[in-house]
Every structure is written in C-alpha cells, then in structure tokens.
C-alpha cells in the first residue's frame, strides 16, 4: 500500500477503509428504492425508474372481494369456470453489484479531489445506504492489472472487507505507478454481465475511459434484467482546458507537458471527452438507465444528496 510521499494522509488525494466507513452516518438519507424525491435524478422524470425488488409468486387461490381484478389468472378461471388470483410477495432483498473503477486514468484531479476519491467514497456511500436498507452489496474493485471480487451479502462484516478493497486499491495508486494493464473497463462490464443475477443493481463508479462500441451490447445486456446506474465521474477539464491551464500529465515513466492555449491540442482533449458522453448518454437513452454526473470539485456525499432531491446543505 503505497500513498503519495507529498500528501501522505490528504483525504483528497487518497482515502482508506475508516474514511470509508465514516460516511455511513450521513449516507442515511439516501435511498436505491424506487420511491424517489421529487428532485431526485433517479425518479421518473429521468432516464430510468429504479425497479426496485422484484417479486416472487406463492400461489394460486380462489379470488376473494377486494382483490385487485389484475391479479386474476384468466386461463385458470377459464378452465375451472371460478375465479382465480396470482399471488405474489416481495422479495426480501436483491443483490447490488458495485463496479469500482481504481485505475490509474482514475488517478487525475485539477479542482479539489482526485477522482479516484470520488469513485471511493460514492461507491462507499451506495454501499452503505444498500446494506441499510436490507440488501445484499457486494462489487467488482479494480485497478489496471488486478480485481478484487466480492460476492453480493448483507452482512456488515462483508461490507467492511468492501471498503477494505476499496481503500487498498485507492491508497496504492501514486504517480510513479507504471502498469502494463491487463484489466479493462469492458473486463468489469462482462463480469456484471454474466452473473445469474436479476433484478438486482448494478452501479458503476467509474470516468467511462475505455468506452467503445463493445461496452453498449455489455449496457444494454445489464440494464435488460436489472437496474443500471453509471456515476460518471468528470474533471473540470472534461468541458475544455482553461486558457492558461499547463498540465504535466504522467504514465510513470513518460511525462508530457500540456499547454492549453494550443487551441489544436484542447480541441482534441475536448471532442474525444465529448464524444464518450454522447455515446453514454445515447445509450442511457436508449436502455433506460441514469448517468449520475460527479465531478472532483466537492465532497462526493455533498453531491449525492443533492443529485437524489436534497437542497444544498442539508443533510
């Protein structure tokens, strides 16, 4: 676990597992369920209604006055000639699958936070607020060479070895880092595609690096059978370089400097952010999931609340 030698314990630059936990306290006014604040991004005036849990059939019987007439099986009253009502319950819980992005394009902040701490605590904050709400959280954390899996549960012992992840892969991440990655972002995708899951959530906590034409089928694949929510996670520099902005920008090995009053070179740092979004908001369009917009320019909870229906400041 290696931190950054210049801010060794700055929460801005790195987070670890008691950071992570901390959160839970002010995460309590959030909610995954599909009843909404009237201002909430996930409520039914956006992209997608959450689904919430599904339902599990417990029998046929006879109909009874007061049912709801919906509810009749018209083939069975047919055959039998009385009527007859399916009868369903709630399930008692549904999975939620966290897919963590700790890559080093992660590792990248020009306002207040890294990104990489945004994608931490959001992803700690959702975790808690699942647990909390009686379901099983479990996720995908990832770096560019390495995965650590963690299978949906709904115990707090399992939610702390989350976090513990979560914390691990973002305290390892410093500038000298110089992976040969092995781990993609479509890797991640197919993952939470193939799991026998339905009617679960899947969240990605991620900067999108790495969306291309496969990553839409693996979207869509997910968003079919489960509720989707992509917390897209953006530096300022996603709108354009400012004009008298220079970067160093380093792989760990390589360094360059970026001048943004080349006007050629910001406009193509501009149109290739550009055109991921509008690829990301095509398909959220068009499969029906959210895209939560988080930036590194406040605290990830600040936004949350905010975003899901809850004025500035109030917690």
Not at 75 to 97: I, M, N, Q, S
Not at 119 to 135: F, M, S, Y
Not at 146 to 166: C, D, G, K, N, T
Not at 302 to 312: A, I, K, S
């Amino acid at each position: 676990m290696q931190r950054s030698s210049a801010y060794p314990d700055d929460p801005r630059i790195h987070v670890d597992a008691d950071h992570l936990l901390r959160l839970e306290l002010h995460s309590r006014a959030l909610s995954f369920l599909p009843r909404q604040p009237a201002r909430s991004i996930l409520n039914g005036r956006h992209a997608s209604r959450l689904r919430g849990r599904g339902l599990n059939f417990e029998e046929l019987r006879n109909y009874q006055p007061g049912d709801d007439i919906r509810t009749i099986d018209w083939k069975v009253t047919a055959r039998t000639g009385e009527p007859h009502v399916r009868v369903y319950t709630e399930e008692r819980d549904r999975p939620a699958l966290l897919l963590v992005d700790q890559r080093v394009s992660m590792f990248f902040g020009t306002e207040v936070y890294m990104k990489s701490v945004i994608a931490a605590e959001a992803a700690a904050i959702t975790a808690h607020r699942v647990l909390g709400q009686g379901d099983r959280v479990g996720g995908l954390v990832f770096n560019d060479t390495s995965v650590a899996e963690h299978r949906p549960q709904r115990r707090a012992a399992a939610l702390m070895r989350f976090l513990s992840s979560i914390g691990a892969a973002n305290s390892a991440l410093h500038a000298a880092l110089n992976p040969q990655p092995t781990v993609t972002l479509n890797d991640m995708l197919s993952e939470a595609a193939r799991m026998p899951q339905t009617n679960g959530l899947v969240c990605l906590f991620s900067d999108c690096d790495g969306l291309d034409e496969r990553s839409e089928s693996l979207l869509r694949r997910i968003a079919v059978s489960n509720d989707m929510i992509v917390f897209n996670i953006a530096d300022k520099t996603a709108k354009g370089l400012a004009p008298d902005l220079k970067l160093t920008v380093s792989d760990g090995r390589d360094q360059i400097e970026i001048d943004s009053a080349d006007p050629d070179l910001s406009g193509k740092i501009r149109k290739s952010m550009e055109d991921r979004l509008d690829h990301l908001h095509t398909w959220s369009r068009r499969y029906g999931f959210p895209v939560v917009p988080l930036t590194t320019a406040e605290p990830a909870l600040d936004q949350l609340l905010y975003l899901f229906g809850h004025r500035r400041g109030q917690k």
